[in-house]
């Protein structure tokens, strides 16, 4: 069994046992509303601990701790720095310790953080309004940051024309005179007759939205709206997918490369009136040839 796949085995017994004998004095323990996790920086698996140090001290023998057992077991509570510096440098995992509008977490060097966004995520502290503190702990630098930070997808730029995008969005299944103008902020690979080169065409947008699935918000789980679709170029060789989707609850975009043949996509999910008629090449324009059947046996099926 790799030292992967043990921790997790060890992870997934441990959690419920631990949690459950942690819960009750978590509980308890009210006029310290403090609770405390173990982040697992490999595998992103966290889980409660009552006190991380009479934790790490009782469970030194288990397979998660093996690379700090040596040391923990000369160790007692009297020096809990010690314990914390250790677990945390040895055994690749970060402490978060979470009260009200506050969370502190310590991690080994700057590449010793996890990727601490599901826990946040599951935990609703991605918000302005709490503070995390983080503690680097080779060099003991703190520094604290919102908890929107740790939303996922980018934060969008703040004169992102979101009100315009919702509009169109909402009228996607109207057709309006200005339909034919470029959507502000696009970048597509492709040209439309009338339409400003690599701009997308509120109409070919439109059509996008009324026959794909949304993505879902990895933040709020509720349908993204895509803002982009294309192959623009990238330099002067390459060329890459470009979907973008944004959540109008947090403001976030994301990219989504998972289309890896982008001229199937478009005759795919595009309204054949709307298809383009020009792809770009570099600073080109030339007449675009929609894949046939023959191209892509995909479309066959
Ligand atoms: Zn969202």
């Not at 003991?140 to 996922?152: A, K, S, V, Y």
């Not at 492709?190 to 996008?208: F, H, M, Q, R, T």
């Not at 895509?226 to 989707?245: D, E, I, K, L, Q």
């Amino acid at each position: 069994m790799s030292n992967q796949s043990s921790r997790r085995s060890f992870l997934k017994t441990a959690v419920g046992a631990v949690a459950s004998f942690c819960l009750p004095r978590v509980l308890l323990a009210r006029g310290s509303p403090t609770s405390s996790w173990f982040l697992d920086t490999l595998t992103g698996e966290f889980w409660p601990v009552g006190d991380p140090v009479s934790w790490s001290l009782a469970n030194a023998q288990k397979p998660i701790l093996a690379c700090a057992r040596e040391r923990l077991v000369t160790l007692d509570a009297a020096d809990p720095q010690r314990v914390i510096r250790l677990v945390v440098r040895r055994c690749k995992l970060n402490l978060i310790e979470s009260s009200p509008g506050r969370v502190v977490v310590h991690h080994w060097g700057q590449q010793g953080r996890g990727d601490l966004r599901p826990f946040f995520k599951q935990h609703d502290l991605a918000q302005k309004k709490v503070e995390i503190v983080l503690i680097e702990r080779k060099r003991e630098i703190t520094t604290i940051q919102p908890g929107e930070d740790f939303l996922f997808g980018e934060r969008l730029h703040p004169f992102w024309p979101w009100k315009a995008f919702w509009k169109k969005w909402q009228r996607r299944h109207q057709e309006e005179r200005d339909d034919w103008t470029e959507a502000p902020g696009t970048l597509s690979g492709y040209a439309w007759d009338g339409v400003e080169p690599n701009l997308i065409p509120w109409s070919a947008l439109k059509s996008a939205w009324r026959r794909t699935t949304p993505l879902l918000c990895l933040n709020c789980d509720q349908p993204t709206i895509m803002t982009n679709f294309g192959f623009p170029w990238h330099g002067m060789f390459n060329r890459y997918a470009r979907f973008v989707y944004v959540c109008r609850q947090c403001r976030r975009s994301f990219e989504d490369d998972s289309v890896k043949d982008v001229p199937e996509w478009l005759v795919m999910n595009l309204d054949a009136e709307v298809w383009p008629k020009f792809e770009m090449v570099w600073d080109r324009k030339v007449k675009w040839t929609p894949p046939t059947k023959d191209d892509s046996p995909r479309l066959t099926s």
